[in-house]
């Protein structure tokens, strides 16, 4: 799809932590914080957010994931709205994910005359326990910066990576453990032996069953979400496994893959308590997975 300029406008994806935003576009990466400060010049994103953010603490927002309940978000004694500033803050990570807007295919960026190339499709990588009204939020946000928006969550995209990095054999149960900043949560994902990638009107699995508008999709990998539990120590592997367990019907998983969310990976001998087989993966494992399942678009 090309703009007004004449230049072809592909695709970006976009993985939202609680305190990190990692975005892909056209081979280039980017981690930003998930965060936003009110300066005197106006508002700053991500990672110049946090730098500056010693000038006016009260001004600042560390997690803008945390505030999506709300409707306004309050920096200094300025209310925003807070879908416009996680737009703020989409926009902030698709530009500095760019190289050159000038490109084809290139996300973000600044072009010749002042205006932002933005892709022509977002895929969001949403918490796949969030609800209704923060997947809104962050869909509302990412629908006024592309033509299409689709949405997969993190435990499908963590899988998919999982899958095409060998790390797990196709088809079967996999128990997805996804780390958070104060407790963990689990998911078992039951697969047909044969997988690949659909879209088109679909539901993040798991997920509430209110959609935002049409033009809004959901993809992910073939298979369903047996169930999820959250509050469980990872520490704690033994009750980790049998909580694993339970959702699957009091038989352990094949495999189990454990997924940084909270900015920071798991210790990896994690992998090796009890004897247990945790695989544990870095924190860009989701948005590769995204990428990928992307592609088959």
Same mark, same amino acid.
Request: proline letters at 5%; hydrophobic letters at 45%; charged letters at 25%.
């Given at each position: ?10 695709? +970006? ?30 508002? +700053? ?64 960026? +600044? ?126 592997? +033994? ?59």
């Amino acid at each position: 799809m090309a703009d007004s300029g004449g230049r072809e406008r592909g695709t +970006a994806v976009v993985d939202i932590g609680p305190i990190t935003v990692r975005a892909w576009a056209d081979g280039g990466v980017t981690r930003q914080r998930a965060a936003v400060l009110r300066t005197r010049e106006g508002l +700053a994103y991500g990672d110049e957010a946090a730098r500056r953010s010693g000038t006016d603490l009260g001004a600042y927002e560390s997690a803008l994931p945390s505030a999506l309940d709300e409707e306004y978000t309050a920096l200094g004694d300025a209310l925003f709205r807070t879908v416009e500033l996680f737009r703020g803050l989409l926009l902030h990570v698709l530009s500095a994910v760019s190289v050159d807007a000038d490109v084809p295919g290139r996300a973000g960026g +600044a072009a010749r005359d002042g205006r932002r190339c933005v892709p022509a499709r977002i895929v969001l990588v949403l918490p796949a326990q969030w609800g209704t009204i923060r997947r809104g939020v962050v869909e509302r946000a990412a629908a006024a910066l592309a033509d299409d928006v689709l949405t997969v969550g993190s435990t499908w995209a963590a899988v998919a990576a999982a899958e095409a990095e060998g790390q797990i054999r196709p088809g079967g149960t996999v128990g997805v453990v996804e780390q958070w900043p104060d407790c963990t949560v689990s998911s078992v994902v039951d697969r047909p032996p044969q997988r690949g990638p659909v879209a088109g009107g679909r539901r993040i699995p798991g997920g509430d069953q209110d959609r935002p508008p049409e033009h809004r999709r959901a993809v992910h990998g073939a298979g369903v979400v047996l169930g999820r539990a959250g509050a469980t120590e990872l520490h704690d592997v +033994a009750g980790l496994l049998r909580g694993l367990a339970g959702l699957n019907g009091g038989v352990a998983p094949d495999a189990v893959i454990a997924v940084p969310r909270a900015g920071w990976e798991f210790d990896r001998a994690v992998g090796a308590a009890s004897g247990a087989r945790i695989l544990c993966t870095d924190g860009d494992a989701p948005l590769r997975g995204a990428v990928l399942l992307a592609r088959g678009l």
